[in-house]
């Protein structure tokens, strides 16, 4: 602001001023403009079109007729894009809890001064930088019924029947929930981490002259303290819990291993009608679906923040 | 949006002011056992996080049907080395890495260079509409990429882009994250510094070359570690654009050799998977410090 006033002597004109204006916005966006130019077409083109797509019968071979609310009439109709709505809220239901518990957990114990801190740091981060594709296909052979590792395991701890896993109706889901908070915790770890570290240690102190136990200091203390990353943290794990998509492609491809469709999601419904089976329009209208789960939930958990913080 | 609530916070090892005489917990016994319990569970989840990754590095010195042994073994019987030499030879790998690698190095020159220099504009110029500009840049944080993917692909398929390498490019130079993890850092630099550099004749442009990129090198990096790691990652992107195999990454390389082969050489898969890993494991390794810096500041991408 001083920069803008200090061209000007004393108050400036109002010509003067709107010279300023024009010259400071031609600036701002010769700034912006090159990153800009991408993100339009990339990402706000694309966002806004998807609206008029899912109104069309869109397919690979050209243009699309417009057919007003029929893809939306059909979806609501399908027993695939049901299972894979239910399926993907159930997978966040499972995933954004477990993952805050852990991660936060993890963080705790990382604030801590215990020998060794920074070399779990360094390793607790290390699944985030590994692609999906190579963690799928390790778990998936980890998790294999008969031979893999982790049901001899089951089985030596007494065991009898352990979970076929991802070939199991009831078990492909948890599987996955556990291999991508395994995935994901490294990196809530770090946001936590961070969040904990602006919490005034004088609080501590305080809360302990007052005769508070750990259970009570994290209560009356942690929690409060680190509302704005746990608020941070659940926005983001929600988002990237409902469009989960790669470790579910490669650990079952057409929601095929797993019986009853039990791990089809959203994403890959989106996917599987558009770019397998080439209807554009009406995957767009899955991909409508998905937009709005992720903007409402977005919207309720900023109203509950708000609430809380008011 | 509470994104921006997060400051800059010291989280690397090397910033903890170590056991100093702050308090001296070790005294108490409650403490003690609470250290021994502590200790115990960071163990085990340190086993937990890396033991997938040994039984992996040793399977694929293993003999294929050895991988999946009853009882099952960590270490191979013996040394199979030539998984590596057949892999590089008989598959696609080599061309896959340098696929991966052009494009990792590609994407994250333009997504610093385009980031840092919107940033500087979002963080330093002020003028009528930039707030909201930023806003929408925030905004699309919240959409999903899975949700306008095919909007997006019937415009680049227009274009003729599709199956070219360059459909990646174009896909993941121009994010938002870069502009707003460098606006947080820009923004932390006083005003004095550039006031100080315009006094001394210099332009806005090259107050970002000269003093701000150089001051900034913290933030710089850990967008460059993001950037090329995820897009090293990236699996989805490939898999819809980029469709003859000499154009493939090397995460549709390794995710071929599972789909092709019914009876996949288990061995075989293992000394891929560990291929790909090992590159970005030495990155991060490197610039681990910048890199939970990074993301400790920024909060985002996910």
Known sequence: MTSAVADGIGTPSPRRRSKLVLRNTLLGWSFILPNFIGFALITLVPVVSLF???????????????????????????????????????????????????????????????????????????????????????????????????NQFLRFLGIENPPGWLTSQDWAMPAIVIISTWRDMGYYMILFLAGLQTVPRELYEAARVDGANALQRFWNVTLPGIRPTMFLVTVLLTIASLKIFDLIIVLSPGGTQAPNQATVVLSQFIYQKGFIESKFGYASAGAVALFLVCIIATVVQFLINKKRSA | ?????????????????????????????????????????????????????????????????????????????????????????????????????????????????????????????????????????????????????????????????TNTLLA??????????????MKQYFESI?????????????????????????????????????TFVNTWNDYLGPLLYLRSKENWTVQLGLKNFVAN??????????????????????????????????????????
């Open chain 1, 52 to 150: 008029y797509v899912s109104l069309t019968d869109y397919n690979v071979f050209g243009k699309g007729e417009f057919i007003g609310f029929e893809n939306f009439q059909k979806l609501v109709a399908d027993p695939l894009f049901h299972r894979s709505f239910i399926n993907t809220l159930y997978f966040a239901v499972l995933h954004v809890p477990l993952t805050i518990v852990v991660s936060l957990g993890l963080a705790l114990l990382l604030n801590t001064k215990l020998r060794g801190v920074a070399f779990f740091r360094t390793a607790a981060f290390f699944p985030y930088i590994t692609s999906i594709v190579a963690i799928a296909l390790v778990w998936n052979l980890l998790f294999s019924p008969d031979f893999g590792p982790i």
């Open chain 2, 1 to 161: 949006m509470a994104v921006t609530e997060l400051v800059v916070v010291p989280s690397t090892p090397s910033d903890d002011p170590g056991p100093g005489p702050r308090v001296d917990r070790s005294t108490r016994p409650a403490s003690r056992l609470g250290r021994v319990v502590g200790s115990i569970l960071l163990v085990a989840f340190a086993l937990a996080l890396l033991v997938p990754f040994f039984w992996m590095v040793l399977s694929s010195f293993k003999n294929p049907n050895e991988v999946f042994s009853v009882p099952v073994r960590l270490w191979p019987e013996t040394w199979h080395w030539e998984h590596y030499v057949e892999l590089w030879t008989d598959t696609g790998m080599a061309t896959w890495l340098r696929n991966t690698i052009f494009l990792s190095t590609v994407v994250t020159f333009l997504q610093v260079l385009t980031g840092s220099f919107a940033a500087y504009g979002f963080a330093k110029v002020r003028f009528p509409g930039r707030d909201v500009l930023f806003l929408l840049y925030l905004g699309t944080i919240a959409v999903p990429w899975q949700s306008y993917m095919i909007p997006q692909y019937i415009m680049l398929a227009q274009f003729r882009l």
């Open chain 2, 168 to 181: 990646i490019i174009v896909l993941q130079a121009f994010g938002a994250f870069g502009v707003f993890l």
């Open chain 2, 190 to 226: 006083p005003e004095e510094l550039s006031e100080a550099a315009r006094i001394d004749g210099l332009n806005e442009y090259s107050i970002w070359a000269r003093i701000m990129l150089p001051l900034s090198t913290p933030a710089l990096a850990s967008l460059a570690l993001l």
């Open chain 2, 261 to 302: 082969n019914l009876e996949a050489d288990y061995a075989m898969l293992f000394t891929g998977l560990t291929i790909s890993v090992i590159p970005i494991a030495v990155i991060f390794l490197l610039g681990q410090r910048f890199f939970v810096e990074g993301i400790a500041t920024s909060g985002l991408k996910g």
